[in-house]
Nanobody
Framework: QVQLVESGGGLVQIGGSLRLSCAAS????????MAWFRQAPGKEREFVAA????????SYADSVKGRFTISRDNVKNTVYLEMNSLKPEDTAVYYC??????????????????WGQGTQVTVSS
């Protein structure tokens, strides 16, 4: 059974930092793209960042460029999201996603085959 388990969310002040982790089990994703999406209350799920299988190529939503960094450790089968200079508009449930078949449009949630349960990030003053 494939599982993606996120951790690292929490409450942080404006301008603070958090590091999210997503540990995969049940299969390896070292040959697959992985990504982070987020969903705020009353809003659609939106793309945050994605990374290719080797970690050499990344993509970010304009709203997080320069503040967030996605990375991965294929030995640990884990993907990370380092979030800095957090803003109230970053408040959301953050979801980890993994491609399962090698066919993925990075920014499109429907392209991903596996999802975590989400971790809440709340940015407050």
């Amino acid at each position: 059974q494939v599982q993606l388990v996120e951790s690292g969310g929490g409450l942080v002040q404006i301008g603070g930092s958090l590091r999210l982790s997503c540990a995969a089990s049940g299969r390896t994703f070292r040959r697959n793209a992985m990504a982070w999406f987020r969903q705020a209350p009353g809003k659609e799920r939106e793309f945050v960042a994605a990374i290719d299988w080797g970690g050499g190529h990344t993509s970010y939503a304009d709203s997080v460029k320069g503040r967030f960094t996605i990375s991965r450790d294929n030995v640990k089968n884990t993907v990370y999201l380092e979030m800095n200079s957090l803003k109230p508009e970053d408040t959301a449930v953050y979801y980890c996603a993994a491609d399962g078949d090698g066919l993925v449009a990075w920014g499109t949630s429907a392209s991903y085959d596996y999802w975590g349960q989400g971790t809440q990030v709340t940015v407050s003053s």
